[in-house]
């Protein structure tokens, strides 16, 4: 039986599954109950994470609050892109491996060999991951195309022309001429895999991308850099920028980067952040990571997701998943 909901635990986690979550979560509104964390015995030792620096705010948050419970556990956070969080979790030097992508068909195999079963995930928190500009920039929305067109050497978008100027997105006066200022992510981040599989059309960057170590890094280039766009998570999001609605198509409306679009899919560049971790099919998981998971999906753990400036999870997928913890 834990096999199955460990296995049910670990499938339970696209948008689309949070979608239906939602929707079962507002139905049965009345009669959801608070999911309030209780304290358990015996709980101490060190708990590592390596992963995610999307995910690092809020590990750093959950780590704070759940060592404040428990004082004789010692919590080590890293946060340097998702690529490492695999090997890490496969090595043993994490307990926690957060992901703000899923892990890829050869990590799992990868993991797989070293341990004989697969990894498990658990969502944690609704990101929308954000087109910034300069906050005086006055481009209303951009469409996926334009995205891919003004970040994509290959355009899969199929936009008909490379961008390159602000005036090719229909800015007048001094912008028309100006060229349009790159900021992105580097390849050991789920950010820069989760952007370029969706927002380019699995294409490949440009050259001029100025790549930045972490998702703050970004928005503070963008907010400096009055030519600038750049991607990163809504939670890094300040006052001197502003995130872009964004058209599926050119004909279809602009849908700003809000949870509630993310989570019945019209904003397109919406996913869930992860934590893995090894959960044997047949055996106890480590109570020290079960009680940090358990925290971490309760109501108290789910108003640091709010704090730090990402979505709850709904309700019904919090059950579901704490119910694989039992």
Known sequence: MLGNRVFRAGIMLSLFAISV????????????????????????????????????????LWGEGFKKLYPNVLIQIEGKGSSTAPPALIAGTAQLAPMSRAMTSREIETF???????????????DSLAIYVHKDNPLPHLSLAQVDAIFSRTR???????ITTWGQLGLKGKWVKKPISLYGRNSASGTYGFFKKKALFKGDFKEIVKEQPG??????????DLYAIGYSGIGYRTGDVR???LKKTAEQRAVAPTFVNVLNRTYSLGRALHVYVVQHPSKPMSKLVKEFLKY??????????????????????????LSALK
């Open 215 to 224: 998702s703050a890094s970004v928005v503070n280039g963008v907010g400096k």
């Open 296 to 321: 971490v999906l309760s109501d108290e753990g789910q108003r640091i997701v709010s704090k730090d400036g990402y979505g709850k999870l709904p309700y019904s997928l919090r059950s579901k998943q």
């Open 112 to 126: 797989e060999r070293k341990y004989g079963f697969k990894p498990t995930r658990y969502a944690t928190a609704v």
């Open 156 to 162: 899969n978008g199929k936009h008909p022309s490379d």
């Open 21 to 60: 979550a939602l929707t079962a979560s507002i139905t049965l509104a009345t009669a959801a109950k608070p999911i309030d964390y209780k304290l358990a015995t015996g709980v101490s030792g060190n708990l590592n994470s390596i992963g995610s620096d999307t995910l690092n705010n809020l590990m750093t």
């Open 243 to 245: 995130a872009l609605p």
